[in-house]
């Protein structure tokens, strides 16, 4: 069975989008109307679920399911409303089979249902208009009626209608065998079906629903959470335990997308040693070929005379030719153009194995106090510093007159 987890804010995925048990976010009409200080009565904006989903979005890969309550029971209305969800990001949305103005299910005695005609008329228009938005049913009559039958005819005309599946709600009590008995009849013809089992959790853990139920929308457990959390606390609690600021500030800057990097790879100089130009080495070149799926590109600086193997033909591979190398600097100053990125990361051809490994380090790269031959900088800084430079500076230099270390 999956697990839609309702959603009090943008924030909860910090905590759940890497539980395995977490499918998606339902956001819940009942506990967005409690957050915003609004009655459950669909007094509480549409524009605010729109601007919830739109932020939601940019957080989460996972489904975000939608309860739409009854749409004004108004067709056209319904179907701008949809919409503009599934436009900002909702996959699904929830419709229930209630008239307006709403009345919370968990208190049935004083809900006024729809018709089942004007019911699978909302949901006919709402899925014909667009078509690509999972539309659920929520069928509320079972609970009012205690007539199986009428509650699986319903809900199969939802289906007929264009719902792609159907929730039977149960709000009354955690004796579900009528419920259970009602799932099992939609199952055995296919139809995708959930549940909201806020009466009847410890039955889902006992996991009594898993053959009979494709979903379960655990409705209003993280605000309850909340506010069970908050309901005995004080400004004299709070202050006798701080909080920790630190892991907000950590997390609020976290949501600022990560720029991508150009890897310029120095090798314009001889070998000290061998006299050989490094790049021209099929075993260093590989190293830094095999780099490919860090960077968005790797620029390779190498002498005018130099024929290096490497692959220009691939998609972010570049060589920049220089002839007399006057310096680090100067083969630096003559890639800059090449460089179109967010960030740069500047390696000698020579980097040893620690330096490969952690080539993706903030700012400069030591191995104990010596230089690693790595530098991490922002690009505008970069073209900043480097462009006026002394062409004849090695990279250390250069940090080091601009206090980039």
Same mark, same amino acid.
Not at 261 to 289: N, R
Not at 340 to 356: G, H, L
């Given at each position: 069975m999956k697990y839609y987890v309702e959603l009090p804010e943008v924030w909860i995925v910090e905590f759940l989008d890497k539980d395995p048990n977490c499918d998606g976010y339902w956001i819940s009409s009942l506990t967005q109307s409690w957050q915003k200080g609004y009655p459950d009565n669909c007094s509480l904006p549409w524009? @605010?679920?729109? $601007?919830?989903?739109?932020?939601?979005? &940019?957080?989460?890969?996972?489904?975000?399911? +939608?309860? +739409? $309550?009854?749409?004004? @029971?108004?067709?056209? /209305?319904?179907?701008?409303?949809?919409?503009?969800?599934?436009?900002?990001?909702? $996959? !699904? /949305? %929830?419709? #229930?089979?209630?008239? &307006?103005?709403?009345?919370?299910s968990l208190i049935p005695g004083n809900v006024v249902l729809s018709t089942p005609e004007e019911f699978s008329r909302? +949901? @006919?228009? +709402?899925k014909t208009s667009v078509p690509d938005l999972e539309v659920i049913s929520r069928n509320e009559y079972l609970p009012l009626t205690k007539d199986i039958d009428s509650t699986v005819d319903i809900s199969k005309r939802t289906i007929d209608a264009g719902a792609d599946g159907v929730i039977v709600h149960w709000g009354l009590d955690d004796d579900t065998s009528l419920l259970k008995e009602t799932l099992l009849k939609l199952k055995e013809q296919d139809i995708l079906t959930g549940i909201i089992p806020t009466k009847f959790l410890k039955q889902v853990l006992e996991k009594e629903f898993d053959?009979?139920?494709d979903f379960s929308i655990l409705g209003n457990i993280c605000s309850s959470y909340i506010r069970s959390s908050f309901s005995d606390q004080s400004i004299s609690k709070l202050l006798e335990d701080p909080p920790k600021f630190k892991s907000i500030l950590e997390r609020v800057k976290s949501y600022e997308p990560t720029?991508?990097? !150009?890897? %310029? %790879?120095?090798?314009?100089?001889?070998?000290?040693?061998?006299?050989?130009?490094?790049? #021209?080495? #099929?075993?260093?070149?590989?190293?830094?070929?095999?780099?490919?799926?860090? &960077?968005y590109s790797i620029i390779f600086v190498t002498d005018k005379s130099a024929e290096p193997n490497i692959p220009i033909d691939k998609k972010g591979f570049h060589i920049v030719k220089i002839e007399n190398s006057l310096g680090e600097v100067h083969s630096l100053q003559v890639s800059l153009p090449k460089i @179109?990125?967010?960030?740069? !990361?500047?390696?000698?051809?020579? /980097?040893? $194995?620690?330096?490969?490994e952690n080539i993706q380090t903030e700012s400069t790269l030591f191995n104990g106090d010596k230089f690693a031959g790595v530098i991490n900088i922002k690009t505008e800084i970069l073209a900043s510093i480097a462009t006026t430079a002394d062409p004849t500076f090695d990279l250390i230099q250069l940090a080091v007159k601009n206090k980039i270390l």
């Open positions: 524009s @605010n679920y729109i $601007d919830l989903v739109r932020r939601l979005r &940019f957080q989460t890969d996972k489904k975000i399911i +939608v309860d +739409v $309550d009854m749409l004004f @029971n108004e067709p056209n /209305i319904a179907s701008r409303i949809s919409s503009e969800l599934h436009q900002v990001g909702a $996959d !699904t /949305i %929830v419709i #229930e089979s209630k008239r &307006f103005p709403k009345e919370n909302l +949901v @006919n228009k +709402v053959d009979i139920a720029g991508e990097t !150009t890897l %310029v %790879v120095l090798g314009a100089k001889p070998s000290k040693t061998s006299g050989d130009f490094l790049l #021209e080495s #099929e075993e260093i070149l590989k190293k830094f070929t095999d780099l490919d799926e860090l &960077f @179109n990125t967010e960030y740069t !990361t500047i390696a000698y051809a020579d /980097i040893e $194995d620690y330096a490969f």
